[in-house]
């Protein structure tokens, strides 16, 4: 998007070299433009018009072809990301399953060292506290 002149952006809301003369009706049915500072001219208000030769960076920049998601649905339960991938993140899944297991079993072993402690078992007196009745 660029803060252009009203009068260089076209009816569908791109900007153009030429000036674009539009009737009345045309100008009602125009795509609505938003007002923007443009500092080229001065802090003069001006539109904001989409630059037709813009080109987006992101799909080339360091994605290789099938490792990014192109936002298609493909069902439950179904994977976007190309194969490559795929083989990366399943020996990652095992190592968290085998991480989890080792801490399940670790907690275990904790809980039994702690049951067989030879240590005699305390009694806790907890008693109620007394309470003075109050009338009121």
């Known amino acids: 998007m660029k803060c252009v002149e009203r009068r260089f952006c076209d009816f569908n809301g791109v900007m153009r070299q030429q000036e674009s003369r539009l009737s ?4 009602l049915l125009r795509v609505p433009l938003i007002p923007c500072v443009n500092q080229l001219r001065g802090q003069a208000v001006d539109t904001c018009c989409r630059d037709p030769n813009y080109k987006d960076p992101w799909p080339e920049t360091g994605a290789v072809q099938g490792e990014w998601d192109d936002g298609q649905y493909r069902g439950e339960g179904s994977r976007a990301l190309g194969q490559g991938q795929e083989q990366q993140r399943e020996p990652k899944r095992e190592q ?10 670790e907690q275990e072993q904790e809980e039994q060292a702690w049951r067989w402690t030879s240590e005699p078992e305390t009694k806790i007196n907890v008693r109620k506290p007394k309470r003075n009745p109050t009338y009121g």
């Not at 009345?24 to 100008?27: L, N, P, S, T």
């Not at 085998?98 to 079993?105: F, G, L, P, S």
């Open 24 to 27: 009345q009706e045309q100008e």
């Open 96 to 105: 968290e399953q085998e991480q989890e297991e080792q801490e399940q079993e």
